[in-house]
């Protein structure tokens, strides 16, 4: 039997490498993909502690469901930015998006 | 009590005369201001005349003592319960004499600066100070309250201010004027203070009433007011020296006497008037005043005494030196008013033992008229040489004799020479002091001697000396000039005969003025030889003069300069006040006070730069910040508020 | 009486301001609104001095209007003789104000609707019973000085502005604070009326809290040591109305906030904190006096001295005994008048001079016999003279310190009277330089030989009336404010 | 240890070491494959949860979707090839060290933290998910439901504002920016 901590130490390594990544990428393609790393590594406590702690309710998940669904559309927005960002900057340089400063 | 309700017009007569024209004097009756402050003016001294008569000799005395009468009294403010300011007249014998003084003195100025004032491009507004003086020193005089007296003496002091800094566009005079109003204001900080005080302890501020309370052994007050102390001293002579030195200030005493001097700059008649005459004196009407609570305090009156004494001869010294004839005269009146001073030191509160107190009385009021008289004819000197300095001056008496004869009269008052009014005053005070203690008395009599002098020295270099021959054609006045100085010469020559210890008197009881014949040779005899050595100085001009200076050497010079006071005055505020205390807290005020006020504004800016700075843009940034957060929330959420 | 009458017409004209054009239309209107609110005032005190025989109540003319349900805010208002004498203040002032105004030439319809918009402010404090209308009213008062100053001052006044707004905002700060601590402290559901406050007796623990924001944040407004230095800067940039608004009024009410909001409302907090109040207000008093001393800009001069005499206001109220809260409410009412005439009689001097420094010009007396009359008067009111209002506040002011009977109030009043020689020093020094001496003005051409025109002397005729009848009758004044 | 031990442990190392390896791989195609097996690994867990809808969604929306269109915007902006860029190594270790002390910290977080884990079997069928959805009551979703449906709408619409605009108002913004830096700078 693996307790729940061991899932929780899988997660929370996961989550960390995303982060790592999503500090020190400079592209934004690839910070993409690290955030959704850590989205992931979040749904897996979800659905862990629903499965360990409290069987009988589904809020985990749901939780696990509808943060898909956000993830999805986010992954949608951020590629359609990324790709306008190219055309303007003709890079997906993080540096070159510095429009949010002014 | 009935039968002075006149006394009110006694006052409100020369008020009408500020108010109107001061308010549309310069506009519509420039010319004709003189005369209508002139007729105001006689109105008010035949009241105070006909108000004289009344109280001594009308109403006279009740089971032989002069009553004193409120004769109009109303509540101006009340502070608490007691302690109210009333505006009140209140008559005794020595108000009602200082009513006579001021009124006709003022009425003399009045006359004599018709012609000496002619002219002038402010001669209205000159007029309504006149009555604006007036007013506030009759009211100074009929004061029922102390209080009251305090705001007149304020007023008494602000129209002698305008008065000095009359002829504006003169630095000096606008100088000279700054000067007399802070250094008298200082002195009425003390004052402030000392009514303050005795207002606690007395428990009122009516005159009466505190000299109730505070002069009864077995009062609550008086217990209260003795046994507080500060410093060692009680609390009621702290009071009564306070209130001293706002008379001292007043009254020129050393050393707050150096503004008048300097005041010497106003008109010359307002000098005769307000340095000479009236204002001058009020710091002894005050003491007068409030004499019977001096007189139980031993150590307030010890100051009283010794003050007066000090500045009567220090100021006598000072005259033998001046070459301005009005500063002469003016360090003769600090002298004089020395004399009146150290009258009350030496006095006591009873019958014969409160002679100081009627001979200081009588000083006052006959040095009133000398004095005036001496200004008004220097004034009349003055207004055709064109000068103060005595080396423009000798040989007048060809071209001026009727000023010389009044002068000359005055002259002979002042140096106590019978059968002049000076003569019987000066005795009397001279009389009290030898009562008193023998020093005292020698002190005295030298003053004494030195004051024949130096009016004598002034008098022959003035009238005698050279002939004139200046670039002016100097020559009497016109009779609105002439009538004064008649008036006050024949004043001068005869009020000494006035019994005037049957009127004013410690006690308020009439007394018999014993006359000692034998007693009165000494100083007669110091005057005459006074008078003799001024004679064989300045008769003609020679040059014992400059080496009698030499012989004096360094005193000589240091009384020249005057002891330095306003150079130690100068240094004082210059370098102390202004350097020492006002730069330092403007400077600590622009620095230190609003410089904080002005770093917090600048904090606030820089904090918000540098958060700025965290606003950079970047996202990796921000992300790290959100990390950075979120672990600092677990740290203090999970293992430090658990 | 209806007391929003104070409120009602400022605010109609002003709105009637915006529908004229041209300065001759907006000055008449501004005029007219003046004059109406000066005969209310007048009215005000008549109707309050028979209604006062009849009626016991501590506040006359009370009106009581929900405003707000939830929070129990209510439009609440009521005078009582103090107040009375600040609306009566506000009125002089403001007219002299518009008269003062009356060639303005910049931006003449703003500068007038600002004016009337402040005197809402001031009306609506003096007779707010409810501490959030009063807060209300006072924000009113506060905001349109920033705009006043910022487009018609003069030298750094961009900055004078922003510093006076920030301060003042601060102060209104701390002020909510204290009253939002009052308010849920009150039995019930938190009120803010203040009958209801006072009558509450809040825990002394709970005073000792909330005082000290309520009465910094008023004395902010009231120039308290060391928070003052707002002043100089504020008054010296601002256009002379609003200097005169500023000093005359705008200082008032936070005297006015400081005795009705802190004092009357916490007894305990202001009995515990009166020693260090008054040492304060000492400081601010003696120091102010020496800090005027040293400057040359006949504006700075005189805000300066404010600093100095609305300590006096405060150490009235520091002290906390009847003669002294009647002379620091004279104080205000005196320094209100004085200070308003001594700033229109320096815009005076300014328009002929065209310079505001002691040492360029002399002998103005020459040339303005009128103008520098008032502005030796105006002196010699500062200075304390008898006869005028200033004597009658500080001695009211000293009898009372000097009353509490014992050395550290000896002392705190020895010093306060200290500063009436320095004060002394340095009106005189400033009379001498400017008004007397022999005739220059340095360094400026255009100057202007012209004494004081009919609406400038109907102005300082107005102020000075006011200096004169509290001088000469203060018991008619003492009648009303007791 | 177990099979269903074994499994895990697997399945953590797949996930861990192919998602390091996205995180770190310098091309960016490659990392985006990587990325797609970690997602696998994940997918794989859920399975291991006995969590098969999840799983399935997992595999469907990520697998399917997000990876696809990262693969397609990685062409799109002609990235295949190219080597990320290297960042400051002072950065890199920050970063390592920030990732480890927060790893650390969670570790100890979870490990001090009693999880009382419960007994009951954990029944996780479809129709019991489909009903919860739409259910109003107690242990309904329906207004979260309709929530994140609102949210994928605008997002969807988002996308083609975004996508639209850029090519029409591009050289007023460039003048928009300047103009800002100008104001700044002033």
């Known amino acids: 039997m693996i307790p729940v901590s061991h899932i929780l130490f899988l997660s929370a390594t996961l989550f960390f490498i995303g982060m790592y990544g999503f500090v020190t990428r400079k592209n934004l393609i690839t910070m993409l993909m690290a955030l959704e790393l850590m989205l992931n590594s979040v749904n897996i406590n979800f659905v862990a502690f629903n499965k360990y702690l409290y069987p009988g309710k589904l809020d985990g998940i749901f939780f696990t469901i509808f943060i898909i669904a956000v993830a999805a559309a986010e992954a949608a927005v951020a590629i359609s930015i990324i790709i306008n960002l190219y055309r303007m900057h003709k890079t997906i340089d993080v540096g070159a998006a510095t429009e949010l400063k002014h | 009590m009935g039968g002075y309700e006149h006394t009110f017009w006694i006052l409100f007569l020369p008020a009408i005369s500020f108010v109107l024209l001061g308010l549309l004097g310069r506009k519509y009756f420039n010319k004709s201001a003189g005369l209508i402050g002139v007729f105001l003016l006689l109105l008010t001294t035949a009241l105070s005349l006909y108000n004289a008569y009344q109280y001594f000799f009308v109403n006279g005395l009740v089971d032989g003592v002069y009553l004193k009468i409120d004769a109009f009294k109303f509540t101006w403010l009340t502070f608490s319960p007691g302690v109210s300011i009333d505006m009140g007249i209140l008559l005794d014998p020595i108000s009602v004499m200082m009513l006579v003084v001021v009124s006709s003195v003022s009425l003399m100025v009045h006359i004599f600066s018709l012609g000496y004032m002619k002219g002038e491009e402010r001669f209205a507004t000159y007029y309504s100070f006149l009555g604006l003086f007036t007013f506030a020193m009759l009211g100074l005089v009929v004061s029922s309250n102390l209080f009251q007296m305090y705001m007149f003496w304020e007023l008494v002091g602000i129209s002698s201010y305008l008065l000095i800094g009359f002829y504006f566009q003169r ?136 003050v007066g004494l000090f500045t009567a001869l220090f100021a006598a010294i000072i005259a033998c030196t001046q070459t301005d004839i009005k500063r002469v005269l003016a360090y003769s009146t600090m002298s004089q008013i020395g004399f009146m001073m150290f009258a009350l030191g030496v006095s006591g509160t009873q019958g014969e033992q409160g002679l100081g107190y009627t001979a200081s009385m009588f000083h006052l009021f006959t040095h009133a008229f000398f004095k005036s008289l001496l200004f008004l004819g220097a004034g009349a000197v003055i207004h055709f040489v064109h000068s103060n300095e005595m080396k423009d001056m000798g040989g007048l008496r060809k071209w001026m004799p009727l000023t010389h004869v009044v002068f000359l009269v005055a002259c002979l008052a002042i140096a106590g020479i019978p059968p002049f009014a000076g003569f019987f005053s000066k005795e009397e005070i001279l009389l009290a002091s030898y009562n008193k203690s023998l020093w005292v008395y020698t002190i005295a009599l030298i003053t004494s001697g030195l004051t024949a002098f130096y009016m ?88 014992r003069p400059q080496s009698m200076a030499k012989a004096f050497g360094s005193f000589y010079r240091a009384a020249k300069n005057k002891f330095y006071m306003d150079e130690l005055y100068l240094f004082v505020t210059k370098n102390i006040i202004f350097k020492w205390v006002g730069r330092p807290s403007a400077w600590f005020d622009r620095k230190v006070v609003d410089g904080s006020m002005n770093e ?4 606030t800016l820089e904090t918000s730069k540098a958060i700025k700075g965290m606003q950079s843009g970047k996202i990796q940034r921000y992300a790290m910040y959100f990390f950075g957060g979120i672990a600092f929330l677990i740290i203090l959420f999970v293992y430090i508020l658990k | 009486m209806n007391l929003s009458l104070l409120i009602i017409i400022p605010t109609i004209f002003s709105l009637l301001l915006l529908f004229v054009n041209g300065l001759k239309q907006v000055r008449t209107v501004s005029l007219i609104a003046a004059v109406l609110q000066f005969a209310i005032s007048i009215f005000l005190t008549i109707q309050y001095f028979t209604e006062k025989t009849a009626n016991k109540a501590a506040f006359l003319f009370e009106q009581n209007y929900q405003w707000f349900k939830t929070p129990n805010i209510n439009y609440h208002v009521g005078v009582d003789g103090v107040s009375v004498a600040m609306i009566a203040l506000t009125a002089f002032v403001i007219l002299a104000g518009v008269l003062v105004s009356w060639k303005m030439e910049k931006l003449n ?58 301060m003042l905002m601060a102060g209104s700060a701390l002020i909510f604070v204290g009253l939002a601590g009052l308010y849920f402290n009150t039995s019930g559901n938190g009120s803010f009326d203040m009958l209801k406050i006072a009558s509450d007796n809040i825990s002394p623990e709970l005073q000792r809290l909330f005082f000290p924001f309520v009465f910094i944040g008023f004395g902010i407004f009231t120039a308290l040591f060391p928070f003052h230095t707002w002043v100089p800067d504020g008054h010296s940039s601002a256009p002379t109305a609003a200097s005169m608004f500023l000093a005359g009024i705008s200082m008032k009410l936070g005297g006015y906030g400081c005795l009705r909001a802190a004092t009357y409302m916490m007894p305990e907090g202001a009995a515990f904190y009166s020693d260090a109040i008054i040492i304060l207000a000492c400081i601010g008093i003696l120091y102010g006096a020496f800090a005027t001393m040293m400057q040359t800009d006949l504006k700075y001069i005189n805000a300066y001295s404010s600093v100095s005499h609305n300590g006096f ?6 002290l906390l005994t009847k003669t002294a809260i009647t002379g620091a409410v004279l104080q205000m009412i005196s320094h209100g008048l004085m200070t308003a005439l001594f700033f229109a009689v320096i815009g005076m001097i300014y328009d002929r001079t065209h310079t505001r420094e002691v040492v360029k010009m002399s002998g103005l007396l020459k040339i303005t016999p009128f103008i520098s009359s008032a502005f030796v008067i105006v002196g010699l009111v500062s200075l304390g003279l008898p006869g005028f209002s200033g004597f009658v506040a500080e001695m009211t002011v000293f009898m009372g310190g000097w009353q509490k009977g014992s050395m550290f109030y000896y002392v705190a009043t020895i010093v306060a009277c200290a500063s009436i020689v320095v004060t002394a020093v340095y009106i005189l020094r400033v009379i001498g330089s400017v008004i007397m001496g022999p005739l220059k003005v340095k360094g400026e051409k255009q100057v202007v030989y012209a004494d004081a025109t009919w609406y400038e002397k109907s102005s300082i005729v107005l102020l000075m009336a006011g200096i004169l009848v509290v001088g000469i009758l203060p018991f008619a004044v003492l009648r009303l404010i007791s | 240890m177990t099979a269903h031990q074994i499994i895990f442990y697997c399945l953590a190392a797949l996930i861990l070491i192919t998602g390091l390896l996205s995180v770190t791989c310098p091309k960016v195609f490659r990392s985006a494959i990587f990325l797609l097996f970690s997602l696998i690994g994940i997918a794989g867990l859920y399975f291991w949860m006995e969590a098969e809808f999840i799983a399935a969604v997992q595999i469907s929306v990520y697998v399917g979707g997000i990876v696809v269109i990262i693969i397609f915007s990685i062409f799109l902006t002609e990235q295949a090839g190219k080597e990320t860029r290297s960042i400051h190594p002072v950065r890199t270790v920050f970063a390592v060290l920030a990732a480890f002390s927060g790893m650390i910290l969670t570790y100890l977080t979870v490990l001090n933290y009693d999880f009382v884990e419960s007994n009951e079997a954990f029944d996780l069928n479809i129709p019991r998910i489909g009903n919860a959805m739409v259910a109003t009551g107690e242990g309904g979703f329906s207004l979260p439901f309709e929530v994140v449906s609102i949210l994928l709408l605008a997002a969807m619409i988002g996308c083609i504002v975004v996508a639209m605009r850029s090519s029409i108002s591009k050289p007023d913004e460039k003048k928009l920016t300047e103009s800002i830096t100008e104001i700044d700078k002033a």
């Open chain 2, 171 to 306: 630095p000096s005079a606008v100088a000279a004027s700054k000067k007399a109003f802070i250094v008298t204001r200082f002195a009425d900080l003390g004052f402030l203070i000392g009514i303050l005080m005795l207002a606690f302890y007395g428990g009122s501020l009516d005159f009466n009433t505190i000299i109730q309370h505070l002069s009864a052994h077995q009062s609550s007050e008086y217990l209260a007011a003795t046994t507080a102390s500060f410093l060692g001293v009680t609390a009621l002579t702290w009071g009564l020296t306070l209130v001293f030195m706002g008379g001292a200030g007043k009254s020129a005493m050393f050393p707050l006497h150096v503004w008048l001097p300097d005041a010497m700059e106003g008109p010359t008649p307002v000098s005769a008037l307000i340095h000479a005459a009236t204002m001058v004196v009020a710091g002894v009407y005050l003491v007068a005043r409030l004499f019977p609570l001096y007189a139980l305090n031993g150590a307030s009156l010890e100051i009283v005494l010794n």
């Open chain 2, 456 to 543: 004598f020295r002034l008098y022959f270099s003035i009238f005698w000396r050279k002939e004139y021959n200046g670039h002016s054609h100097p020559q009497e006045g016109s009779m609105s000039m002439k009538i004064p100085l008649i008036i006050l010469a024949i004043c001068s020559a005869l009020v000494g005969f006035i019994p005037f210890g049957k009127f004013v008197s410690v006690d308020s009881q009439p007394q018999e003025t014993h006359f000692h014949l034998m007693f009165s040779i000494l100083p007669v005899i110091l005057g005459v030889v006074g008078i003799l050595i001024a004679l064989l100085m300045y008769k003609k001009e020679n040059d």
């Open chain 2, 600 to 603: 917090i504004a600048n904090l």
């Open chain 3, 109 to 166: 319809k703003e500068f007038f609707f600002l004016l009337l918009f402040l005197s809402i402010g001031a009306y609506g404090f003096f007779i707010s019973l409810d501490l959030f209308t009063m807060f209300f009213f006072l924000e009113v008062a506060v905001i349109p000085k920033f705009i006043l100053i910022g487009i018609w001052g003069s030298g750094r006044k961009e900055f004078s502005a922003m510093k006076l707004i920030l």
């Open chain 3, 313 to 318: 206001v405060l150490l009235g109220i520091g």
